[in-house]
């Protein structure tokens, strides 16, 4: 429903707010300081860590490009303290994707670059294929029970 609450983590630019303007209650945690000066569209934003970030519930998480900028124990970790707190979660993950640090923001680099289908299975199991968007980019999510 779109009183959901939502939480969108490392919200960059704004593009899930940008493609989901009708929920209201979508909150944006980024950990660059420039990017958020992108972020004004949503109900809350906070700047923090996703490593180090607290929160109660929120009824959807997104994960969107966050896992490969992250250690495989990292990301196991941020994705284990989430899957109790929240109804839902997307995850969006490219796979074999290089990236430095762009526009001088450290947090851009991949460090989980050599992720896969199968890799991402092997490290984070239990979640669903939602879309298959292309050999190089997948959406997960949380299953239901």
């Known amino acids: 429903p ?4 939502v939480l969108d983590v490392g919200a960059w630019d704004g593009k899930w707010k940008a493609l989901l303007p009708e ?7 980024e950990a ?8 004004g569209a949503y109900r809350n934003v906070f700047h923090a860590d996703i490593r180090e970030f607290e929160y109660d519930h ?10 490969e900028h992250l ?3 990292q990301a196991k970790a941020m994705l284990d303290y989430a899957k109790p707190r929240c109804k839902d979660m997307v995850i969006a993950v490219p796979f074999l994707y290089r990236q430095g640090a762009i526009y001088g923001n450290p947090y851009e ?5 050599d992720l ?9 199991p239990g979640y669903e294929v939602l879309v298959d968007a292309a050999n190089d980019y997948r959406y997960y999510h949380k299953p239901s029970k």
């Not at 929120?58 to 896992?67: A, E, K, R």
């Not at 896969?116 to 984070?124: G, H, I, N, P, S």
């Open 116 to 124: 896969t289908a199968e890799l991402f299975d092997e490290r984070y």
């Open 58 to 67: 929120y009824d959807l998480i997104i994960f969107g490009d966050i896992v």
């Open 32 to 39: 660059f300081e420039p990017n958020l000066k992108n972020l």
């Open 2 to 5: 779109t009183d959901a609450t």
């Open 109 to 113: 680099v991949h460090i989980q670059d």
């Open 23 to 29: 929920y209201e209650n979508m909150d944006a945690v």
């Open 71 to 73: 250690t495989p124990e």
